[in-house]
């Protein structure tokens, strides 16, 4: 878990968001089974603002959604906070007449990928799609 999240980090500093919070969500899965979820909640987070930076914008919500119910359970209510004004934030929608990147990949078949992306809504690019996942 420590290393996909230090690696998460550095792929964000780089400026490689989408892998950053590809890695974000796998330590986060990791976390997930443990007592504390402290990590979970903060590796959910950092997802969102990866996913945010790489202009993922529903996948991104989802994550910052999965934090902040992490942030209520763990009785953090200003983290929730943080969780729902980041998620405020993230740009919803496309502009009039132009399909979005997510609407068609959504039409291709899916292809392998960790159900930890999965479930935050990450889905795989359309085939032929620079950095595709596989």
């Given amino acids: 878990m420590q290393a996909r999240w230090w690696l998460g980090e550095c792929l964000a500093e780089l400026g490689d968001h989408r892998q950053a919070g590809e890695h974000f969500l796998l330590a986060a899965d990791i976390a997930k089974g443990w007592d504390g979820q402290r990590d979970h909640a903060v590796l959910a987070h950092l997802a969102g603002d990866a996913l945010n930076g790489a202009g993922l914008n529903e996948e991104a919500a989802a994550a910052y959604a999965r934090a902040e119910e992490l942030w209520r359970t763990l009785g953090r209510p200003q983290s ?3 969780a729902v004004r980041a998620r405020a934030g993230t740009p919803c929608g496309t502009r009039s007449g132009q399909k979005s ?9 899916p292809r392998t990928q960790p159900a930890s992306l999965t ?3 990450v889905r795989p690019r359309a085939k032929g799609s620079p950095k595709a996942l596989g």
């Avoid at 990147?101 to 291709?108: D, E, L």
């Fill in 80 to 82: 929730a906070a943080r």
């Fill in 101 to 109: 990147s997510r609407a068609v990949r959504r039409t291709t078949s």
């Fill in 119 to 121: 479930s935050a809504g």
